[in-house]
């Protein structure tokens, strides 16, 4: 196919071939887009260097979403070797392991402000360094989860989190829309990767969704990719602010 032939885009928040940011960058690459990686420090370079190969991908360098000068550097890189951007999709969260289980009552001030440095301004940090890029319209994406929307079994600071985003998707979809750019998330259903292997009974949350769901199964990352690309190409031009859930409808029965 070619839904994204001619168009540039960013991938944040590789880990391996289990993240949902592979799914949507198979799914992105296989309709004719170009693609830029970033890897969070040296033990993830090794293993994302040899999938961002896979796609042809050339442009592959370190971020640390916690460092304004390395998001910095990311762009001022993007800026030389392509000038534009056309999407940019952001998979990345962090909680402490220890606090995606027992109560959220618990949670410190450190872990509460790091939760939401990574896994909600973040999104926001790079919005504004990849605005200056996108002077003809583009499409940005998050990924969330029903944990925003609804108390979930261990999901604690990472629910208030992904509210925190959501609530972000909307002002900044407000914010960037003169200029033709849509900003919208995703609300994906459970999927066994390296992040949600921090989260207690994992096992179980996935079988949970698999009985309550109207599909009556989980949700892989080619599901999640499939979307995706709806949400990056021109087939979405009218929807800016979205959540979409893709979550085998889990939302509207669970
Ligand atoms: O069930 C799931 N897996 C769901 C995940 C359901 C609904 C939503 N999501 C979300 C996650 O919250 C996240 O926002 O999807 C996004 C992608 O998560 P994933 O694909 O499940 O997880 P993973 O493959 O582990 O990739 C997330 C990556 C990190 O991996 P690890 O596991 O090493 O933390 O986010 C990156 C990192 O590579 N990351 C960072 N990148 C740059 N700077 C940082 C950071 N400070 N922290 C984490």
Known sequence: GNLLAGKRGLIMGLANNRSIAWGIA????????????TYQGDALKKRVEPLAKELGSKVVLPCDVSDA?????????LERVWGKLDFFVHAIAFSDKAELDGRYVDTTEKNFSQTMLISCYSF???AARAEKLMSD?????????????KVMPHYNVMGVAKAAL???????????????????????????TLA?????????????????????????????????LYLLSDLSGGVTGEVLHVDSGYHVQG
């Open 69 to 77: 000068a390395s998001m910095d550097a990311v762009f001022a890189e």
């Open 166 to 192: 959501e609530a972000s998707v909307r002002y900044l979809a407000a914010d960037l829309g003169k200029t033709g750019i849509r900003v919208n998330a995703i609300s994906a259903g459970p999927i066994k």
């Open 124 to 126: 926001t940090a790079l």
């Open 137 to 149: 319209g583009g499409s940005m994406l998050t990924l969330t989860y029903y944990g925003a929307e």
């Open 26 to 37: 198979r799914a992105a690459a296989d309709q004719g887009a170009e693609l830029a990686f």
């Open 196 to 228: 949600a292997s921090g989260i207690a009974d994992f096992r179980y949350i996935l079988r949970w969704n698999e009985y309550n769901s109207p599909l009556r199964r989980t949700v892989s990352i080619e599901d999640v990719g499939g979307s995706a």
